[in-house]
């Protein structure tokens, strides 16, 4: 019987060792910085699977054409995500453009 209050007892005290302090949440993380905003001209040439806007400087952007045909030169203007996924398979990112405009 003595044997078994000390069973007892020590199954207690380690059951109140593993029974530790709540765990508490991490932190939150910081939200991404916003994307820079940038303005680029070019033509809309035909790429390999979509439309891309090219730049004078070769630049390749996927963008959103607003209904220009491949050969239209246009700028836009909008946020820009260097590491933008997408189904185009070449360019230099995603420009996702509030506006498209005839160039001058």
């Not at 400087?57 to 995500?81: K, Q, R, S, W």
Request: proline share 12%; with cysteine.
């Amino acid at each position: 019987m003595r044997q078994l209050v000390g069973f007892v007892a020590l199954a207690v005290l380690c059951g109140s060792l593993v029974v530790a302090a709540p765990k508490k949440k991490p932190p939150t993380p910081p939200p991404p910085p916003p994307l820079p905003t940038i303005t680029v001209c070019g033509t809309l040439v035909e790429g390999v699977e979509c439309v891309l806007l090219e730049t004078a400087t070769g630049g390749l952007y996927m963008v959103n054409t607003a209904g220009f045909p491949v050969g239209a030169c246009i700028c836009v203007t909008g946020p820009y995500d260097a590491f933008c996924i997408s189904y185009c398979q070449q360019g230099g990112g995603c420009i996702y453009n509030t506006t498209a405009t005839p160039c001058n």
